[in-house]
């Protein structure tokens, strides 16, 4: 997770600091990613970032 401009948060405090207004952040594994997954429209399958 991460805000636009920003590096991406890699862990439960990088996204707590980044992202104070969200309730609950829910730590784990990022699945041996490197780098950040695409944001996609769920209706349209555009590409947001």
Do not use: C, E, F, M
Not at 3 to 8: A, V
Not at 10 to 35: A, E, F, M
């Amino acid at each position: 997770a991460n805000l636009t401009g920003l590096r991406p948060a890699k862990n439960v405090h990088q996204v707590r600091w980044q992202l104070p207004d969200v309730d609950y952040v829910l730590g784990g594994s990022l699945g041996g990613n490197k780098n950040p997954s695409q944001i996609r429209d769920a209706q349209t399958g555009a590409i947001i970032r």
